[in-house]
């Protein structure tokens, strides 16, 4: 487990044998300025009770898990395995309506803009929207194409969008422009999931069952080896602290507008899946916008299954949480259990904070 603070040096160290004092007594070679801006510098640590939980839930998951907490209000974080990539499959969504958003408030490009899909934009897996393109195509506007890519996932509505407002460089732009760290974005998600299993994308695999069975067609060997390349260095990967790092920086209004802001955090409040992941340990009067990541199943190996979000408590205090499942056999139930107990242990540590019945 690694909470989130600086390597301050000397200087730091010493600073830490004096508690929570504000006076600075000069070390030896060290000006007393230079001293106090590094315990300016140094972040608040994080709350215990919450850094153990992490701890222990993290060691306890059977698989490789990226678990991270962040204050929004406080700024402390803790996590467990918080630095290590970790697929994002549909999590990545989250960059391309920030980028569309993003868009907007430069003024270039608007949310009622409207663009037509046809076959030529099917993508695979879950896209819900494929039934009207193939009844004869059908149009949208860019906010609908955004929130049917938030709140279903729709694979197709996500790389409509993607494209509409520059594309996969104008995401990683947009990643790099606004200083997220270590999140990566790939080309979205034909290139994507056909690079995972060991193919390359054709527009006959959105149709019916073609990509699974151009899929199952592969020899295992090299199904394993694509699979096993993607695990260990995931095209889409990005840490759960920089994760959190990002909702903590966009629920504070640092990457968009006040209203762009309002607007994302709604439609990712309305969120239709994954309803048993972070969601699942809400307690009555709190709040979670999120998005959902659900990768690709070999054997009984799953590479990616996420959820991250902002926990907003009653008082509106608001805590951003990651949980990134990079490589994990275990049921279901457990993972939901999982990120259940993640949120729940936040609440806990709000709770034994902020209200006046309860006690560290």
């Known amino acids: ?45 994080a709350p215990v009770y919450l850094a153990k939980q992490v701890d222990e839930l993290g060691k306890d998951f ?31 969504k989250l960059w391309v309506a920030i980028t569309a958003l993003d868009a907007v408030d430069r003024g270039r490009v608007r949310l009622d803009d ?11 897996f879950h896209q819900p929207i494929a039934q009207k393109v193939l009844g004869g195509g059908t149009t949208m506007s860019l906010g609908e194409l955004m929130h049917q890519a938030l709140t279903k996932s729709d694979n197709t509505c996500n790389d409509k969008l993607m494209r509409s407002v520059g594309g996969p460089e ?26 995972i299993a060991g193919l390359t994308w054709t527009p006959s695999y959105s149709i019916g069952r073609a990509f699974y069975d151009a ?14 390349r993607y695990l260990e260095d995931p095209y889409d990967g990005a840490s759960a602290n920089a994760i959190v790092d990002a909702l903590a920086a966009l629920k504070r209004g640092e990457l968009l507008s006040p209203s762009s802001t309002a607007r994302l955090l709604t439609i990712m ?42 926990l907003t408590a009653p008082d509106g205090r608001s805590y951003s949480v990651a949980v990134m499942i ?35």
Do not use: C
């Open 269 to 310: 409040s309305q969120t239709s899946t994954g309803k048993n992941r972070l969601r699942g340990g809400l307690k009555p009067g709190w709040s979670l916008s999120h998005k959902t990541g659900t990768g690709q199943v070999l054997g009984s190996t799953q590479a990616g299954y996420n959820d991250i979000g902002i």
């Open 170 to 195: 104008a995401v990683r732009a947009m990643i790099r422009a606004k200083g997220l760290g270590a999140i990566r974005f790939y080309d979205g998600e034909r290139s994507l999931q056909s690079r």
């Open 114 to 124: 409207r663009v037509t899909l046809n076959r030529s934009d099917l993508t695979l």
């Open 1 to 45: 487990m690694t909470s989130t603070w600086l390597s301050l040096g000397m200087a730091a160290l010493a600073l830490g044998q004096s508690g929570s004092s504000s006076s600075v007594q000069p070390l030896a070679g060290v000006s007393a300025a230079a001293a106090q801006s590094v315990q300016q510098a140094r972040p608040p640590q």
């Open 215 to 228: 899929r199952n067609a592969l020899p295992m060997s090299l199904r394993r080896a694509a699979f096993n």
């Open 62 to 92: 059977n698989g490789r898990v990226g678990i991270a907490v962040r204050s929004v209000n406080e700024g402390w974080s803790t996590s467990w395995n918080g630095n290590e990539l970790t697929p994002q499959q549909s999590v990545s």
């Open 326 to 360: 990079k490589k994990t056999s275990t049921p279901l139930s457990v993972r939901m259990k999982l990120m259940n107990d993640v949120v729940r242990a936040t609440i806990v540590q709000h709770e034994m904070r902020f209200s006046p019945a309860i006690t560290l």
